[in-house]
């Protein structure tokens, strides 16, 4: 027995869709008793049932395999932690080398001839906060710091990692910070030097009489001094894309040289902005002679801003 799509029936029967199969009922019982044709049911609405269907039981599916393969996080999301605290003995002129992936690196200067390395590891389970190491390897005059976060792989792979450093260093120290993303502060150095990469984020310098050389990608960096004091200090600071901010007291002894090619200069110490043609700006200036603190600061696409404390 068989159908066509003109809606016309062969025979005394019907057939008509039921949950997910057919079944024959009774041409008496449909609408033909009365003189009318008999319309065929739409088969779309039979496939769309099939079809819905099977996605409810490939999802069932699924959710029982993520409850089998993924491994248990925390119930309110806040990842485990894990902190380690180490002392190191260093010269006062050292140096000191640390490598992060994502996290923060944030320095400190004190006048102790030895390092504080405080490393926080962060993960949402604890096989993966167990993988996440902090390699160190001390010499006399030089402290190396690296992280170590497997890469992990497949689609219920626990990728979660971060590590926040807080060191505390001579503040004569030379330092050499490498950061993937996250931020970078650098507070209390005198004497001393920081070299410091990174890719995306905030790199930030306070109170520092040393010289800072710092270069990054994208995010912002910064330069703050809460109070002077005329001590030499060297900034070389260069950005492809952000901003760059500066706040030093208003009485403060320093030369600028900035530049942004596409971006504009804000200062609040009444120097001479020259007009230039084209989208960026450039400033070379001093507050006084002989100042014994330099600012080179540099992005491609950003602002520059230099503010002056009252």
Request: overall charge neutral; proline content about 5%; some cysteine.
């Amino acid at each position: 027995m068989g159908f066509h799509l003109s809606g016309e029936l062969s025979s005394q029967e019907i057939i008509r869709p039921l949950s997910f199969g057919y079944f024959r009922q009774p041409f008496s019982s449909c609408a033909a008793r009365d003189g009318r044709r008999a319309k065929l049911p739409d088969l779309r609405v039979s496939l769309l049932l099939t079809a819905l269907h099977r996605f409810i039981s490939l999802t069932g599916i699924l959710a029982g395999l993520l409850a089998v393969s993924c491994p248990t996080a925390r119930a309110d999301d806040d990842p485990l932690q894990g902190t380690t605290e180490e002392f190191f003995s260093l010269v006062r002129a050292g140096a000191v080398i640390l490598e992060n992936t994502d996290g923060s690196i944030h320095v400190y200067g004190w006048n102790e001839p030895r390092v504080r390395l405080v490393a926080l590891r962060k993960a949402y389970t604890e096989s993966r906060l167990h993988e996440i190491r902090v390699e160190a390897n001390a010499q006399p005059a030089s402290l190396t710091v690296r992280t170590n976060i497997p890469a992990e792989s497949g689609l219920f792979a626990d990728r979660s990692g971060t590590v926040d450093y807080t060191v505390t260093v001579p503040e004569t120290a030379q330092l050499k910070l490498k950061l993937v993303n996250g931020d970078v502060t650098l507070q209390g150095l005198r004497g001393g030097s920081a070299h410091i990469e990174l890719i995306n984020g905030r790199i930030t310098a306070l109170n520092c009489f040393a010289r800072v050389q710092a270069r990054a990608v994208n995010g912002v960096l910064e330069v703050f001094y809460e109070w002077w004091e005329n001590l030499p200090a060297a900034f070389d600071y260069a950005l492809q894309h952000g901003k760059i901010a500066a706040r030093l007291p208003g009485n403060a002894r320093f030369a600028v040289d900035a530049a942004t090619a596409n971006g504009w200069i804000h200062e609040g110490f009444k120097f001479h902005l020259p007009t230039n043609v084209g989208p960026g700006q450039s400033l070379k200036a001093a507050t006084a002679p002989g100042g014994v603190v330099s600012l080179g600061l540099r992005t491609g696409r950003g602002n520059i801003n230099l503010e002056a404390l009252p």
